[in-house]
């Protein structure tokens, strides 16, 4: 499933980009689903990190394109920014916030499909790379190689990751399922480690970096931990 937002205060070009969008996926047939808005204040208050790609017109009259992709970028680093525009300077500042690429308007079937090749093929490489979370405070998405470890406490999941702490409710056996990542280990029944992190295994502990961050280790999975990172590191060359 492709999950795609089309942001345009002008109503005739935000019908025609979610035909292109339908048109290109049926043709393909590909699984999507879109959703759209007629300002940046809709798509983020309060954003929800469950899309794909964005397609983001840059002028609108109360929150314009730039803004409200600094706010998207604010809360999720992966999703693919792609501005609608009629004038190409404007566009350009585009790469301030890492957005992907721009169409000028109006826009026309076969740029769209141009696109949306290129999106694909991103898409592809950032397949299981990331995963949409819902989080005490809304949703998320969450780049695999940003999570250091994971812990079960008080009937609830705490996430340590490179942007800050999340709690998410549910299993750490759920949690690992939504992975499905080999970097990934359950080294404590209370425990799940990101292996690219692991830095030192000592006695009924492993060590985590950044910080040399402790985290217990069962002793009848110590030989299994250090059988798959032997393997991950493997892999890594």
Known sequence: MIHIAIVEDEAVERDRIKEYAQRFAQERQ?????????????IVSPYEAVYDVIFLDIQMKILDGLKTAEAIRAKDEE?????ITNMVQYALKGYAVNASNFILKPVTYFAFVQE???????????KSRSV????EDGMI??????????EMTNRKVLLHTR???YTVTGTLLKLEELLDDDRFFRCHSGFLVNMQYLH???GTSVLLNPGNVEVPLSRHKKKELETR????LQEQL
């Open 141 to 150: 998405r969450l780049a695999l190689h940003d999570l250091y470890y994971a």
């Open 79 to 83: 999703v693919i920014l792609v501005f």
């Open 229 to 232: 990172l032997i393997q991950y």
């Open 163 to 165: 942007g800050g702490a």
């Open 200 to 202: 030192k295994i000592q």
């Open 132 to 135: 949409p979370l819902k989080v």
């Open 30 to 42: 590909l699984p999507v689903q879109i959703r759209t808005f007629s300002d940046g204040v809709g």
């Open 116 to 126: 949306m090749r290129q999106i694909l093929k991103k898409l592809a490489q950032k």
